[in-house]
T-cell receptor, first 114, second 115 residues
Framework: KQEVTQIPAALSVPEGENLVLNCSFT??????LQWFRQDPGKGLTSLLL?????REQTSGRLNASLDKSSGRSTLYIAASQPGDSATYLC?????????????FGEGTQLTVNP | DTGVSQNPRHKITKRGQNVTFRCDPI?????LYWYRQTLGQGPEFLTY????????KSRLLSDRFSAERPKGSFSTLEIQRTEQGDSAMYLC?????????????FGEGSWLTVV
């Protein structure tokens, strides 16, 4: 059974700091990995998707890396801003013949202080 | 592209009542998913449709839960005889297997409170 763990559970940083969020998964046979952002009481916003054959993806101040063999992914946020405050969720899609469900971690709650 | 739309956004119901949530996926997406999320947890998979066919159901989906996707467009999730443990946010998502990467897009969710 695939399990996804995110560390740390919560993180508080001053504005402008660069930071790294970590995600690990137990079964390396994944199809892809997706990072999401969730604001309180809201749905999920897709940030980055990394295919299993890729090593990293970048979008603006965000960079996500994937090391499938070690079962790890990181989300790097450069020059953090108060507007980045949210919960960040990592999810993996495993290789299955029929389904394509995502298995989520419990998230990292990020607070960026002005 | 109007995104994934869910209704109602909030529902308060008495224990034992039935509730139904509706999801309208992104128009060209053939895959539709339902997830459930409780406070402080990541979303948990409930069920998945490809077009109108329900291809996978989680063990979380007890016999009180039923999901449909007639004609492969919108979907409904019905919970019968609600229990307090059903209180959660119900998230709908969609994707297309015809688009590279198959990114999954989520709606804003439907909050259910059972009192």
């Amino acid at each position: 059974k695939q399990e996804v763990t995110q560390i740390p559970a919560a993180l508080s940083v001053p504005e402008g700091e660069n930071l790294v969020l970590n995600c690990s998964f137990t079964d390396s046979a994944i199809y892809n990995l997706q990072w999401f952002r969730q604001d309180p009481g809201k749905g999920l916003t897709s940030l980055l998707l990394i295919q299993s054959s890729q090593r990293e993806q970048t979008s603006g101040r965000l960079n996500a890396s994937l090391d499938k063999s070690s079962g790890r992914s990181t989300l790097y946020i450069a020059a953090s801003q108060p507007g980045d405050s949210a919960t960040y969720l990592c999810a993996v899609r495993i290789l299955e013949t029929s389904g394509s469900r995502l298995t989520f971690g419990e998230g990292t709650q990020l607070t960026v202080n002005p | 592209d109007t995104g994934v739309s869910q209704n109602p956004r909030h529902k308060i119901t008495k224990r034992g009542q039935n509730v139904t949530f509706r999801c309208d996926p992104i128009s060209e997406h053939n895959r539709l998913y339902w997830y459930r999320q409780t406070l402080g947890q990541g979303p948990e998979f409930l069920t998945y449709f490809q077009n109108e066919a329900q291809l996978e159901k989680s063990r979380l989906l007890s016999d009180r839960f039923s999901a449909e996707r007639p004609k492969g467009s919108f979907s409904t999730l019905e919970i019968q005889r609600t229990e307090q443990g059903d209180s959660a946010m119900y998230l709908c998502a969609s994707s297309s297997d015809r688009l590279f990467g198959n990114t999954i897009y989520f709606g804003e969710g439907s909050w259910l409170t059972v009192v």
